[in-house]
């Protein structure tokens, strides 16, 4: 396992992160999991073992109820606090009132404290924002996120699912008001949908923010048991089609990354995930299980090295189709290239 420095921190994070979105199953969470705490620790446990020292939960997870599994599970073990990195996050809607969904100073402050309860913890080391929340200024925002790190709640601030626009105008923010600003950025990206790669990663490498990836195995369709014309009927994909993927170019990726796995004796979730750790601009993949064989499978995925060949075949089969501005602004650029 390696670790990565989180943006422009002197934080080290392992480059795999413990997804724990299948943890406990309440509401609309069941679709993704509905883990008991003794399945919990299990998986955590070979986590920890294998060299993780990365969590990441969300005060939606099943309405509360993955933090609380995830705090469990690191008593239960009797694992070390401060070995650990723990991430969450807030904005999602966690009750009926008009004030419980957002990113209000008043709904930041209350979930950072219902956090640290559930967690049972005395600080979170990475608190992001969930998404952007078009009702509040992000002055407001951010100011309460960097009331949150002055008091010791919280190390450090990041965000997710924000457009390159939104993380610019915050960091402006934060610089002009000397605020804490974010260092890193939770993101959808898989060899299967490199969106991000139009915006978001040149802004990323430009600022020296993280990135940690989410759904590195495009919601299932990259598990392996998915093909043009073959899928299993109680998949996750069936009762839950998300993200939204080109499925006819996934698939051809899919198959570019079969004959490369067979090569190497490795699984197809294991060459996405590789494909991932060979990008430079992220820190970190996050991965979830709802099986032990699985978590085990996503794991081995550091031990895969792809040659430059795999890579640029790969590179290929999934590239994104040329837009503008970005094959207008590599035309204009060939000539002031650094050297």
């Known amino acids: 396992m390696k670790y990565n420095l989180l943006g422009n921190t002197g934080l080290k994070v392992s480059e795999l992160c413990l997804g724990t979105m299948t943890f406990g199953g309440k509401g609309v969470w069941t679709a993704i999991g509905t883990l008991p705490q003794e399945e919990v620790d299990l998986l955590v446990k070979k986590s920890v073992d294998a060299g993780i020292n990365f969590i990441d939960t969300a005060n ?79 002055e407001e925002t951010l100011a309460a996120l960097d009331s949150l790190v002055s008091s010791g709640k919280v190390r450090y601030i990041g965000c997710s699912n924000l457009a390159a626009w939104h993380i610019m105008k915050a960091l402006g923010i934060s610089a002009k008001e000397h605020l804490a600003k974010f260092v890193s950025l939770q993101a959808y990206y898989t060899i ?89 601009v992220v820190t970190s993949v996050i991965i979830g299980a709802k099986k032990p064989d699985q978590l085990e499978d996503n794991l081995n995925a550091v031990d895969v090295v792809l040659t430059p060949e795999e890579l640029n075949q790969l590179g290929e089969v999934s590239k994104l189709a040329p837009e503008y501005p970005g094959w207008m602004l590599a035309r204009q650029g060939a000539d002031r290239q650094a050297d």
């Open 60 to 138: 939606v997870y099943s309405e509360g109820l993955s933090e609380q599994l995830t705090g469990k599970a690191i008593r239960n073990l009797g694992l070390h606090r401060d070995d650990l990195v723990i991430a969450t996050k807030v904005r999602g809607k966690m009750g009926d009132g008009p004030n419980q969904i957002g990113l209000s100073r008043k709904h930041i402050l209350q979930q950072a404290d219902e956090s640290l309860k559930r967690l049972d913890i005395d600080y979170i080391d990475l608190y992001q924002i969930h998404g952007y929340d078009a009702l509040t200024p992000l």
């Open 192 to 280: 299967a949908g490199r969106d991000i790669e139009r915006e978001i990663v040149p802004l990323l490498a430009d600022q020296h923010l993280g990135l940690m990836v989410w759904s590195p195995l495009a919601g299932g369709l990259l598990s392996g048991k998915y093909g043009r014309h073959t899928g299993p009927d109680d998949g996750r994909r069936t009762s839950f089609d998300f993200p939204p993927v080109d499925k006819d170019k996934a698939f051809d990726v899919i198959e570019t990354m079969r004959e490369i796995a067979a090569s190497k004796g490795a699984s197809i979730p294991q060459i996405a995930l590789a494909w991932l750790l060979h990008q430079p």
